[in-house]
C-alpha cells in the first residue's frame, strides 16, 4: 500500500483506538552466537482477548529483514490495496508458515480473531547464505517453499509441529540450536554482530568490497542487493529511519518532543525532510507515529522497538 494511504486510514480508524493490556507482544534476543544471523524472536498472543476489527491491524515499518511467520492458532492477511482497510477479509492470506523479503516500504495485516503466532526475524545476507537465495528476486514479494532447499523447509515443519507438543521455549531452544549448526558452517567471513542498522549497513558494503572477484563500484552494489533483496541507498535510508525512532523514543522517555530539536538531532535538514522520511518508512508522521504507538494496539510492532532502543541505549 502506499503510504499516504496507510496513514489517511489509520489515522481516522485510531481516532477511538486504545491499546489492550492483556495482549501479548515480546521481543526474545539471539544467543550470542546468533547475534549475526537473528535480529530477534517476536512472540504475539491475542488469545482470549476481547479486539474489535481495527485492533487486529498489524503494523510494520519499512523492513530490511527476512523473516520466518509461524501461526498456531488464527491468521493472517495481507493488506495490499486501500480498500481493503474497510474489508480486511479481503486481503490476501497468508500461508503457513510464510516466508518474508526484505520490504523496502512499510506493510499492514490482519487477524480475523485471536492469533497466536511466532515470527524468527534473520537478517538478510544471513538468511541469503544459508537459503543459497539471491534476494534481488524477491525484493517487496513473499519466499515460497518451492524455492527454498529441503533442510529449511523440514526445519521449519518441525518446528511448527514441536510448539504444540514441546511449549514454546523448550522448542524454541531446538529451533535455535538447528540455525546454529547450519550458521556456523556458512557464515561468511567477517559477518559481526551489530547494535544498529547503519553500523550493519556499514559492515554488509565493507563485506561486499572483498567477497569474490571484481570490486568495482556496480560490482559491489550487484552483491548487496543479492544478499540483501534492496540497494545500499535504501539500507541507508531504513538506518537513517531508525535514528529517528530511536531519536523519538529518547525524546519521549526525557518528557516531551520538539519536532525541530528532534530533526535536527536526527540529522535532517529541516522538518518537511524528516517527515517525508518518516512517512516513507512507516506511512505516518511523527506525530501521528507518537499518538498511535503510544496507545493503538495495531501499533504494537511499533512499541516492541521501544524495547530495541532501551536495551541499546
Not at 479486539?51 to 495481507?78: H, I, K, M
Not at 556499514?202 to 563485506?207: E, F, G
Request: aromatic share 10%; with cysteine.
Amino acid at each position: 500500500m502506499n503510504g499516504s494511504d496507510i496513514a489517511d486510514d489509520a489515522a481516522r480508524r485510531a481516532e477511538s483506538a486504545t491499546m489492550t493490556s492483556t495482549a501479548i507482544s515480546q521481543i526474545v534476543w539471539p544467543r550470542a552466537a546468533l547475534a549475526d544471523c537473528l535480529y530477534c524472536t517476536i512472540l504475539r498472543d491475542t488469545r482470549g482477548v476481547a479486539l474489535d476489527q481495527d485492533q487486529r491491524f498489524n503494523f510494520f515499518p519499512a523492513s530490511p529483514f527476512c523473516s520466518v511467520t509461524w501461526l498456531f492458532e488464527g491468521d493472517l492477511y495481507g493488506i495490499d490495496h486501500p480498500d481493503q482497510m474497510e474489508r480486511p477479509w479481503t486481503g490476501t492470506k497468508v500461508p503457513n508458515p510464510s516466508f518474508a523479503s526484505p520490504l523496502p516500504k512499510p506493510s499492514v495485516s490482519w487477524n480475523s480473531g485471536d492469533v497466536f503466532m511466532i515470527v524468527v526475524v534473520f537478517y538478510p545476507d544471513a538468511f541469503s547464505a544459508m537459503s543459497g537465495l539471491d534476494l534481488s528476486q524477491f525484493t517487496g514479494r513473499p519466499i515460497t517453499e518451492e524455492v527454498l532447499p529441503p533442510s529449511i523447509v523440514e526445519l521449519c515443519r518441525n518446528f511448527f509441529d514441536a510448539v504444540p507438543r514441546e511449549g514454546t521455549e523448550k522448542s524454541l531452544s531446538a529451533l535455535y540450536d538447528q540455525i546454529e549448526l547450519m550458521w556456523t558452517s556458512i557464515r561468511p567471513a567477517g559477518s559481526e554482530p551489530t547494535r544498529r542498522l547503519k553500523d550493519w549497513t556499514r559492515s554488509l558494503a565493507s563485506r561486499a568490497a572483498f567477497s569474490g572477484p571484481g570490486s568495482s563500484a556496480r560490482q559491489i552494489a550487484r552483491r548487496i542487493k543479492s544478499w540483501t533483496g534492496v540497494s545500499e541507498r535504501d539500507l541507508h535510508g531504513i538506518g537513517h529511519a531508525e535514528h529517528l525512532y530511536a531519536k523519538l523514543h529518547e525524546a519521549i522517555e526525557n518528557g516531551g518532543v520538539d519536532w525541530a530539536e528532534l530533526a535536527a538531532a536526527a540529522g535532517f535538514a529541516d522538518q518537511p525532510h524528516m517527515i517525508r522520511k518518516m512517512r516513507r518508512s512507516s506511512g505516518f508522521t511523527p506525530e501521528q507515529l507518537r499518538q498511535r504507538a503510544g496507545d493503538d494496539e495495531a501499533f504494537w510492532g511499533y512499541r516492541l522497538l521501544r524495547q530495541y532502543f532501551t536495551k541499546y541505549q
